[in-house]
C-alpha cells in the first residue's frame, strides 16, 4: 500500500490527510487541530454515498463527505474519509477557514494525486 500526505497549518496547529491507496479503495484520515479524533465517517463509491455517520456534537460530516464524494467520483473507487479535526471554542469564522482550508488540500490531493501514487 502506498501513501500520500497532504499538511496544513491551521491555527496554529497541523492538519494532516494521510491518504492511503488499496487494490481498490482509498482510505483517507483528515486529522488535527489542537486535538486529533474520530468526529465522522463518510464512505462513497463512484460518487454514491454508502454510509454517512457524524458522531453527536461533531461538525466534520460536512468535510468527511465532499472529501468522500469527490475523490471517489475521480478515481472511480471507494473512498473511506475518517475525519476529525478539532480546535476548542471555534467561532463560526473559524469553522468557515478550516473548511476553506481544508477544501485547499482536497484540491491538493485532486491535482498531484495520480503523480502520488505512480509506479515506481
Known amino acids: ?3 500520500y500526505i497532504v ?4 491555527y496554529g496547529h497541523k492538519v494532516e490527510a494521510i491518504i492511503t491507496k488499496m487494490p481498490k479503495d482509498v482510505h483517507i484520515l483528515l486529522i488535527g487541530g489542537e486535538l486529533a479524533h474520530t468526529g465522522a465517517v463518510s464512505v ?3 460518487g454514491d454515498e454508502e454510509v454517512y455517520t457524524e458522531l453527536r456534537g461533531h461538525k466534520e460530516g460536512s468535510i468527511s463527505s465532499k472529501w468522500a464524494k469527490e475523490l471517489s467520483a475521480l478515481f472511480l473507487c471507494r473512498v473511506t474519509v475518517v475525519c476529525g479535526i478539532h480546535y476548542d471554542n471555534a467561532t ?6 478550516i473548511v476553506k482550508r481544508t477544501d485547499e488540500m482536497l484540491l491538493e490531493v485532486k491535482q498531484n494525486y495520480s503523480l502520488a501514487f505512480q509506479p515506481e
Open 92 to 97: 463560526k469564522e473559524m469553522i468557515q477557514e
Open 1 to 3: 500500500m502506498k501513501q
Open 44 to 46: 462513497f463509491k463512484n
Open 7 to 10: 499538511k496544513k497549518e491551521i
